[in-house]
Nanobody, 133 residues
Framework: QVSLVASGGGSADTGGSLRLSCRFS???????????MGWFRKAPGKDREGVAM???????LYADSVKGRFTISRDNAKSTLYLQMNSLKPEDTADYYC????????????????????????WGQGTEVTVSS
C-alpha cells in the first residue's frame, strides 16, 4: 500500500516563501528508497503540470518556470517529501499534489513536462497555495 498526504499550503505575498510537505507511507516489498517522487500543480483553468521531480539517487528535474526558486528534497527517516518554494509569484497559485512510484527510467530520459504525470501511479490530495499580487 502507498499513501501520500500533502500539507503546508497557504497564502503568501509575492516574493515570499512556503514549504510544502508530503508525508508518505509505503508498505510494499519495494522500499521507499526505490521510489521516484514528485510535485505537480493544477491552477484554475489550466492543465496539470509537473513542478519538480526527485529520483532515488538524488537526481532532480524541475520545470523551467521554477528553476532557481523551488527545491525538492526528502527525508526518508521522517517519511516526508518537501517542496521549498521561494520568491513566489502570483502564477505559482495552484493546488499542489505530490506523487510517487517505483523508479524505472532515469529522469534524464523523461520527455516534455506534460508527460511527467504518466510516470506516477500514486497520488496525494492537493494542498492549496495562493500567492497574492
Amino acid at each position: 500500500q502507498v499513501s501520500l498526504v500533502a500539507s503546508g499550503g497557504g497564502s503568501a505575498d509575492t516574493g515570499g516563501s512556503l514549504r510544502l510537505s508530503c508525508r508518505f507511507s509505503i508498505n510494499t516489498h519495494t522500499p521507499a528508497s526505490d521510489y521516484c517522487m514528485g510535485w505537480f500543480r493544477k491552477a484554475p483553468g489550466k492543465d496539470r503540470e509537473g513542478v519538480a521531480m526527485l529520483d532515488p539517487d538524488g537526481t532532480t528535474l524541475y520545470a523551467d518556470s521554477v528553476k532557481g526558486r523551488f527545491t525538492i528534497s526528502r527525508d526518508n527517516a521522517k517519511s516526508t517529501l518537501y517542496l521549498q518554494m521561494n520568491s513566489l509569484k502570483p502564477e505559482d497559485t495552484a493546488d499542489y499534489y505530490c506523487a510517487a512510484d517505483i523508479s524505472t527510467d532515469p529522469l534524464a530520459t523523461w520527455g516534455p513536462r506534460d508527460t511527467w504525470w504518466a510516470h506516477f501511479g500514486h497520488w496525494g490530495q492537493g494542498t492549496e497555495v495562493t500567492v497574492s499580487s
